[in-house]
């Protein structure tokens, strides 16, 4: 069984006001099965559940079900944005997923995991998804994404590994714009193989991070953002090409064990809004860079602090010149000892 993953699929607006359907134009190498992180949420007529969300990160749902969405034969709605719209917002874009049959997983009430099961020539594999604490968390709603929790992460990872061939971990995590992945990060990947997963695929932060080997497993800390407009993304700066370019990766799935991968990396095109596959040769000097430099701590914090903190900046000035008071109340809430650690030291 061959399964090609990408990361962050967003599909923003001007997707439809351009009339631009990108799971039609995109090429994907040669795979059984399709899956992607379905980045947002498309509805009509539901009010925001959070203050700042961006109706430019929302496309109708009639202009939904024009797209060739089927394309994809999995898609994950643990992220940030799920919740953009309420359950509301959720239940209409299932409407569409569920109708076209593709198998969505990683949103749930209650406690637990939803988990994706796929099956081809007699191999079956589960995709458990997850995302990292925020406003968005399931457990503040009773409904919502399903959570980074390493302990119960494990238990159902060696649960499906009783009755499926393969696991794939699917995490939204990791720090935006960042190339390095979170240490912590690093640590869970390896214990999620340990566990007896064969792959822990990542998505989040719109950049691309390292690949390795570990064990019998492989590790992708994120695939980057696919189908995507970085340009009308808040905060966004042109600075930062490297945001540019994204993974597909195809893994070859045998029965007991990975036969082999390959790393695919796109390029964005600005004309075209669609990421466009490019020559091994052209990127290899780049994907030599992201997989020595996993573990590269004080390169992980000089990105934060040159990066990310100027992303932050961009985007709360943006919101503060629409909604100044939600704007300071939602900052001041943010805070946290924690959170300056990790932006300045």
Known sequence: ?????????????????????????????????????????????????????????????????QLKVETFDGLGLANNHVLDYGPEGVA????????????????STGRGYNVGEFEKD??????????????????????????????????????????????????????????????????NAKRFIDAGASAVIGHHPHISQGIETYRHGVIAYSLGSFIYIPEDEVGYSKKNKNRDISICLTIDFGKDRIRGYKAHYYKYDSITKIPVVQPDESIK???????????????????IRETLVKREVRSFLYRFRKKPVKTLYHYMGQLRLKKFKKLFF
């Open 1 to 65: 069984m061959i399964i090609n993953f990408v990361g962050d699929i967003g599909i923003f607006k001007k997707f439809e006001d351009l009339g631009i359907d990108p799971f039609l134009e995109v090429k994907l190498p040669r795979a059984d099965l399709n899956i992607g992180n379905f980045e947002f949420i498309s509805t009509e007529g539901h009010a925001p559940f959070f203050y700042d969300v961006q109706t430019k990160y929302n496309c109708s749902l009639s202009y939904l079900k």
């Open 92 to 107: 209409d874009t299932l409407s569409v997923l569920m109708d076209k049959r593709i198998g969505v997983f990683g949103y």
């Open 122 to 187: 007699g191999i079956r594999i589960a995709v458990l998804a997850f995302v990292k604490p925020g406003r968005w968390s399931k457990e503040k709603f009773g409904f919502g994404p399903d959570s980074y929790d390493p302990v119960s992460i494990v238990e159902e990872i060696e649960k499906y590994s009783e009755v499926v061939d393969h696991v794939i971990v699917f995490p939204h995590w990791g720090t935006e714009l960042v190339e390095i992945p979170n240490e912590a990060d690093t640590r």
């Open 285 to 303: 000097e780049y994907a030599g860079f992201l997989n020595s430099h996993i573990y590269d701590l004080q390169l992980f914090n000089k990105q």
